[in-house]
């Protein structure tokens, strides 16, 4: 009965598929992305997520570090690296990276997470020297740490392979790999926007070296700039492929566009519908990923909310100071964080189940805190579902 008054007849054979656990097709992403209907699409997403994880959402204490905004790729899309009329150039030093991690000691944070720019003036040993520097000061926390295109780099100032590059960063003490470094698996897009940046192919052989080598690694998806329907849902099912092949991604995070100080600033940002459909897309076309995120920091804490019943079951987390998006001029100086109690609020305000977490989706158990009463919502079932 619930199906029948969420979903639209174009939706319906994706229903069906799902109730008997097949895979989706690329006619059938393509559908999710064009239906009017949104809520239909968040009503199937939902299913898949309550399926894996029912009302548990997961969060982390993370802080991430962006070492250096010199870069030589000036992808159109990124309002983060060094230019004319917008930030300043910074380049850490491995002092300065001791003393930010030093500066939240004092908080029980579980993750760095850390990517920068292709600076060549930096050695191969600094990477090794940055993973170091950041165990050496507080042991133990896990390090994830530069996408596929400064892993390529490392490997270029270090006149070696990736496998190697690969071998010595996991020796010095790098645990997983983020996502990003690619932002839609698709040629033209990769021409027009972002040519001098490793290519799809590319990309995915670091996943694999990576896979090989023995690291987690996560995934993303750069929508709302040229990228079209078809781009995204073949990004996806190569996404969905590569993880068929290699099992080593643990979550896909579909990342909003910012256009605000890069060179795409006329295309206009992209909406609600945008982002809770891309998280209920990614949901519903990756079957083989346990996670997607809702990354709170680009679509708002307030879609985030919402994003929690189209298929996110992860919040990411407390984020202290985030240097990639470029907002109000403050570049550089801003700090963007949620409290740990803020996230708990959050989710919980959304009905559902907060589950602070390690960068392994083991649940973390901490004192009580001072946190606010959950709302009383009940969570659809999904055994309860009839058409
Ligand atoms: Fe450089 Fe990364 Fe920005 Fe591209 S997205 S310009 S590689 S910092």
């Known amino acids: 009965m619930i199906a029948e008054r969420c979903l639209t007849p174009e939706l319906i054979p994706i229903f069906e598929k799902l109730s008997a656990g097949e895979r989706l097709s690329f006619d059938d992403g393509l559908t999710l992305y064009r239906t009017p209907n949104l809520t239909g699409v968040g009503f199937l997403a939902n299913i898949v997520r309550e399926r894996k994880h029912g009302a548990r959402t997961y969060w ?43 500066k939240y000691k004092s908080f029980p944070i579980s993750e760095i997470h850390s990517v920068g720019g292709i600076n060549p003036r930096l050695p191969y040993t600094y990477y090794l020297d940055f993973i170091r520097t950041i165990k050496d000061e507080r042991p133990g926390i896990h390090v994830k740490a530069f996408t596929a295109v400064e892993i390529v780099e490392i490997a270029r100032v270090g006149n070696t392979t990736i496998e190697h590059t690969l071998r010595d960063l996991k020796d010095a003490g790098l645990d997983a ?21 490793l290519d799809g192919e590319e990309w995915k052989q670091v996943a694999r070296t ?9 995934a993303t998806m750069l929508y709302g700039h040229i990228e079209t329907d078809e781009e995204r849902v073949d990004h996806l099912i190569q996404l969905r492929e590569l993880q068929d092949e290699t099992g080593h991604f643990l979550c896909m995070t579909p990342l909003s566009f910012h256009p605000e100080k890069t060179e795409l600033e006329h295309l206009p ?56 998006t470029y907002e109000d001029g403050a570049y550089g100086k801003k700090q963007q964080a949620l409290t740990p109690a803020d996230m708990v609020r959050m989710i919980r305000e959304a009905g559902r189940e ?5 960068s392994h989706y083991n649940a973390i158990v901490r004192e009580p805190q001072d946190e606010p009463a959950p709302r009383k919502l009940t969570p659809i079932s999904v055994g309860t579902l009839s058409r």
């Not at 470094?181 to 926007?193: A, F, K, N, W, Y």
């Open 60 to 102: 982390v204490r993370n802080q991430h570090i962006n070492y250096t905004n010199i870069c030589n790729k000036f992808c159109k899309f990124c309002s983060f690296y060094a230019k004319k009329g917008g930030p300043d150039p910074y380049e850490m030093s491995l002092d300065e990276v001791r003393a930010a991690v030093r």
């Open 177 to 197: 790999l983020p996502g990003g470094g690619i932002e839609i698996l698709s040629d033209r897009v990769h021409t027009e926007l972002f040519g001098k940046k």
């Open 210 to 218: 990576a896979a090989k080598v023995g690291f987690t690694q996560y």
């Open 269 to 324: 940002h992209p909406t609600g519908d945008d982002d809770l459909r891309n998280i209920a897309v990614s949901r519903l076309m990756l079957d083989n990923f346990d996670h997607i995120k809702s990354f709170w920091i680009m679509n708002t804490p307030a879609v985030t909310q919402i994003a929690l019943w189209y298929g996110a079951d992860d919040a990411d987390g407390t984020v202290f100071e985030y240097e990639i």
């Open 354 to 358: 907060p589950i602070e977490r390690d």
